[in-house]
Structure formats: structure tokens, C-alpha cells
């Protein structure tokens, strides 16, 4: 048996981890970690998991390492930078869910997050968490830098349309529309309940940091550089990230053929859902919340030679906490399905 740590478990990634691994057969929390919490029991912040832990929130101490085989950094971006970097030191498994290790090029932290990388050695040797695009990395690492939620959904939407070479790679346009959740437990003035209930609203319409990992992963897939570009939205859900991911076909190519590369593209990856028949023919947030599956489809507009990739997924969970534990189930060697292989919640 495994012993994990999360840091930052009283949020909302943290809840999630704590949900997921409460019945995992290979890894056993054995520390949380809070500011706000500390000597609470585990309940107090996460009273759905009562009776699933007896343990406290020991406090946050971003200065001191842990012992534990595996660490779980749920901070928000940039809070646990230095923390992670020691940690990686003494040889724990690093699963860190912010963005500070995503990216591969310390100059894209200057331009997405405006700050300088301090430690651009290590950002090599973090491995980026989507196993359905970096599977054979993610075997035997210790350091994995799981994806941002938005990106997750946009990728897993237009990969294999990515690696068809038959689409538009200099017109790449995303769309999402995400629940608030995604913001995380802290309330902000855009965030609370009376401001978000009811609204749909774009949000960072220009230069989103989440477009920096989307072009990173993309431009792996096609072999070549893609810029793309994204809109979120913000709209009256708690969990769901939908991604509409639009291009220009280059190819003349049928709708059967897409669909053996979808096919083709996802073989193995149990967690992807291709929805291509009736009676749903597009992915739903609605058919996958509360779990680790993503729904993808697509569809050809032949008038205009549009071609959309979508893909629908529960931010939490595939776009965060589930991902973070498939990821580490394949650094570990384990099956990918270990403790997340739940059906979805409906209605
Ligand atoms: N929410 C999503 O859908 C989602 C998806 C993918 C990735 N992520 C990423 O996952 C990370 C966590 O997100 P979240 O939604 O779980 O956020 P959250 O609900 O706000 O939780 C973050 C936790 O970190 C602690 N914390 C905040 N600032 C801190 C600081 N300066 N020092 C130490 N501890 C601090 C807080 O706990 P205390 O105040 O109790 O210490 C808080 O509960 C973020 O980097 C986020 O970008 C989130």
C-alpha cells in the first residue's frame, strides 16, 4: 500500500482526491494539510466523506517536506511552486494539479503567467498528466503535472482530428463552457452563488492561460506548431466543462473516415466514450458527471467545410482529480482503472 499526502485538501480538487482514493486498492491517504482547517477532522470540510476518514488537517507548512510516498500538491497556481520543487527532492511521487510545472518552456510562464520559472531544469522531467496523449511517459515517472480542466476537454475533443493532418491547424478555435466549480472553493465577486447562478458569460476571451497547454500538447499531437484559440464561458452549472473545438477541413474526407480515426485515435483508452449513434449523438456533461469518462464526438458541416470535435467531461474529475489519480495508476504500474472505475451520476 501506497501512503499519500494532499496538500491544499481542504478545497475543491482536494474533496475530490479524498472521494476517489477513500476506496482506492493501492493508496491510502495518511495526511491532509489545510490552513484554515487544521485539527478539524477531515468531515468538517468534506461532510459528504463522513465516516470515510479518521483523520485531522494537520496545518499547512509550505517550507517543510513530507513523508510520504506520494504528494498531492492542490494548491492554486504559483502557492506551491518551491514546496514541490523540495518535495521532488527527496524522492516522493509528485502529482501537482496547478499549472506551475504543465508547460515545457520556461518562456511561456513569462508569457502566460508573467513570471519567471524558477525552476526551469525541472519542468523536463515533469510529465503532463493526459494519459490518453502521454501514456507511455507517464510509466515509471515520479513527477506528473496534471492538466488544467479547460484543456483537458478541448484536447481530448479535437486530438485525433489533430493527428488526421486533415484539418486547419492555423484556424483552431475552442470553446468552452464551464461550471463553477472550476474556480475553486474560495468565493470571488464573479464566482458566488448570486452573481453565477443563472448567467452564461464569456470570460478571458483573449489570452486564457489554459490556450499555452492546449498549443504545447496540440503541436505534439500534429507534428507541427498550432496556435489556437480559446473562449471560455462561464454557465449556470456546478460541474461540467464542454468543449466545442471548430476548424476548416483541408482534406476531402468522409464522416465514416473521422470516425475510424476517432476510433483508431482512442483504442485502449477506457475512459474515452465515443458517442456516435442514437439516441445521443453529441457528448452531454449530463452523462458523465461524478465520474472519470469523457464523451467525444464530432460533426462535419459540409456547406461550409466546418469540422467541430466535442467533448464533454466533469472538470473535478476527469478535468482534475480522477485524471491526476489515472495518471499516477500508470506511473505506478497499477490499472488505470484503479478506484476510479464508477459510473457517471444521472439524472
Ligand atoms: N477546480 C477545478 O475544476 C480544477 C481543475 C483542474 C485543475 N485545478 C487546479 O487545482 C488546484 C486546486 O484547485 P481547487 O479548485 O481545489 O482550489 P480550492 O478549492 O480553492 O482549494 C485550494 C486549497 O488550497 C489552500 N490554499 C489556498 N491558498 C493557499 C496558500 N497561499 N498557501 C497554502 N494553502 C493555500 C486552501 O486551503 P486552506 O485555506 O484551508 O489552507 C484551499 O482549500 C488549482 O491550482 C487549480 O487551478 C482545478
Redesign the pocket.
Known sequence: MYTAAI??A?????GELLRLLARHPEIKVTKVY????AGQPVYYAHPHLRGFYNLRFEK?D?EKTIDADIVFN????G??IHFTARQAEVGSIIVD???DYRLKDPGDYEKWYGFQHPYPDLLEKFVYGLPELRRDELSGTKLIA????NSTAALLAFAPLLSSKAVDLKHILIDVKVGS??????PYEGSHHPEREGTIRPYQPKGHRHIAEFNQEASRVAGERVRASMVPHAVPAIRGAFASVHSYLTQDISEKAIWGQYARFYRGSYFVRIVYSTPLRYPDVKNVVGSNFVDVSFAVDEDSGRVTGFAAID??VK??SGQAVQALNIALGLPEQAGLDLPPVKP
Request: proline share 6%; with cysteine.
Open positions: 496538500v491544499g481542504s478545497g475543491y480538487t482536494g489545510s490552513r484554515s482547517r499547512t509550505l492542490a494548491l492554486p497556481h502557492e506551491g494539479l496547478s499549472a496534471s492538466p488544467g480542466c466549480s472550476e474556480a475553486g472553493r474560495k472538470n473535478l478535468g482534475a
